[in-house]
């Protein structure tokens, strides 16, 4: 039987540590059948949190791949908490889970936008594709823990399924 006490943080930061896995492996396998494990954290944190719009790929940045790493799974577990939350909210009110899948939506493009914004070079880097299947990975882990995790959100969700506008 689960428990049925949830707290936000703890249960946030599973949630956000299975989504930032989800996507960190995604990329490493990418980058490793490419021939460049862990390129894409190296060039993300060149180019998002030391602000290099052309970042170098010639060779690792250590650094940056470890600054990044750390930035990566502080953003998926203030998510993830986020995502608690919305589920908590979900279970009791139908109009949050008529938001939940234009949120995920959102979430999709505003990534990629960003990547767009911050580097023209990121939009070689990193195909559409790729950024999709990640964070539909992602979305994917961090749902279904969630779902196993709160048998009352399952139960509210067979009276107004997500996405159904409330009546």
Do not use: K
């Not at 006490?5 to 930032?20: F, K, N, P, R, W």
């Not at 993830?80 to 979900?90: A, D, N, P, S």
């Not at 070079?121 to 969630?146: C, D, H, I, S």
């Amino acid at each position: 039987m689960l428990d049925n006490t949830h707290s936000t943080m703890a249960e946030g930061t599973d949630v956000g540590i299975l989504g930032g896995l989800a996507v960190a492996t995604w990329f490493l396998l990418l980058d490793t059948i490419a021939g460049h494990p862990f390129q894409t954290p190296s060039l993300l944190g060149q180019v998002v949190l030391f602000g290099d719009p052309t970042p170098d790929t010639s060779h690792l940045v250590f650094g940056a791949i470890l600054v990044y790493t750390a930035f990566h799974f502080a953003v998926f577990t203030l998510l993830g908490m986020g995502l608690v939350v919305l589920i908590h909210w979900g279970t009791r009110d139908p109009v949050v889970r008529y938001a939940l899948l234009p949120v995920f939506l959102v979430f999709e493009v505003l990534f990629y936008g960003l990547l767009e914004v911050f580097s023209e070079r990121t939009n070689e880097l990193f195909p559409f594709w790729a950024v999709v299947v990640a964070n539909t990975l992602a979305a994917l882990g961090m749902g279904l823990y969630l779902w196993n995790r709160h048998p009352e959100f399952r139960a509210a969700c067979r009276e107004t399924p997500l996405g159904d506008a409330p009546q």
